[in-house]
């Protein structure tokens, strides 16, 4: 299977901090960055597998600022690294204040996605080939994140193993 390139699925979306999203505070909600991060990172994802793709896991997500309402953000996305059937895509979130033009980094996160076959089952995608130098190190460092996210999820299995064995035994 013949990879492709990283930069043919760079992604980009923008959406003004509409007031329907804002928090008590008036500010953007936490939830709706996250919304838009969810669907940056997908069209990058699929626009590589070119098929279904769902979220296997995100990483974590720190939120270095508020956003105020009425500023524009704008999410970059692009697929890091694919391994087999997975893929990390990275995603870079920047807020506008249109009326100065000060543009800030809010926050970053990764998130893997699973290329699917029609079938609904896991499917090999092809691999994502860096070019430049910032490409070839974020397809290293995503080798490193991979490691941590796969240690986590085992241990979050065994331990859902764990919970089942003792709701059994409370039954029994
Ligand atoms: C993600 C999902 C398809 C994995 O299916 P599975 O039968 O567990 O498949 P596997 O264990 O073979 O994993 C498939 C790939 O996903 C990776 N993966 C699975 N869970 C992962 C996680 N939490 N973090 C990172 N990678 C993960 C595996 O490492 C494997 O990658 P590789 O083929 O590149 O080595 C399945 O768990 C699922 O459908 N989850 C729900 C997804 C969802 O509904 N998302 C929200 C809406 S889009």
């Known amino acids: 299977?013949?990879?492709?390139?990283?930069?043919?699925?760079?992604?980009?979306?923008?959406?003004?901090?509409?007031?329907?999203?804002?928090?008590?505070?008036?500010?953007?909600?936490?939830?709706?960055?996250?919304?838009l991060v969810d669907l940056a990172a997908a069209t990058a994802a699929m626009r590589h597998a070119r098929g279904p793709v769902v979220t296997a896991s995100v990483d974590y997500m720190t939120f270095l600022f508020p956003i105020q309402i009425g500023q524009l953000l704008?999410?970059?996305?692009?697929?890091n690294r694919v391994f087999k059937t997975s893929m990390e895509v990275?995603?870079?979130?920047?807020?506008e204040d249109l009326?100065?033009?000060?543009?800030?980094?809010?926050n970053s996160s990764y998130l893997t996605f699973v290329g699917l076959s029609p079938e609904g089952k896991p499917r090999v995608i092809p691999?994502?080939?860096?070019?430049?130098?910032?490409?070839?190190?974020?397809?290293?460092q995503a080798g490193e994140r991979r490691k941590q996210r796969l240690e986590l999820r085992a241990r979050i299995l065994e331990r859902e193993k764990e919970r089942?064995?003792?709701?059994?035994g409370g039954r029994g």
Do not use: C, D
């Not at 704008?74 to 697929?79: D, F, M, N, Q, Y």
């Open 1 to 35: 299977m013949e990879g492709r390139p990283i930069r043919e699925s760079a992604s980009e979306l923008s959406e003004f901090a509409l007031p329907i999203y804002a928090n008590p505070l008036g500010n953007l909600l936490g939830g709706r960055i996250m919304h």
């Open 127 to 140: 691999q994502a080939i860096p070019e430049t130098e910032v490409e070839i190190h974020r397809w290293e």
């Open 90 to 95: 990275g995603v870079k979130v920047l807020v």
């Open 99 to 106: 009326t100065t033009g000060e543009i800030r980094h809010t």
């Open 74 to 79: 704008t999410l970059r996305a692009s697929v």
């Open 164 to 168: 089942e064995k003792e709701n059994e």
